[in-house]
């Protein structure tokens, strides 16, 4: 395959993957074109959209791990 087709088909499961989150069907993607992609289907929004947005994890604050130079 080539670099402008495998662009193609890593943007075109981003758009899919950005449906997904919002548990939309992409128009005009079938089920079957989603098990193709290795996508799983929608999952249905729970109740109101503030409730689809994560919670923050009781970890502490991020500490970077990485050597100072």
Known sequence: MC?????????FRL???DFLA??????GVTAEDLAAL????PKAAAGSPAAAVA???AAGPFICD????
């Not at 670099?3 to 943007?11: D, I, N, P, T």
């Not at 990485?66 to 130079?69: I, L, M, N, Q, R």
């Open 3 to 11: 670099l402008a087709c495998e662009e193609q088909e890593y943007f």
């Open 15 to 17: 758009w899919c993957a």
């Open 22 to 27: 919002r548990g939309e069907m992409p128009p």
């Open 38 to 41: 290795g996508l799983p289907p």
């Open 55 to 57: 919670k923050p994890s």
């Open 66 to 69: 990485s050597p100072d130079e």
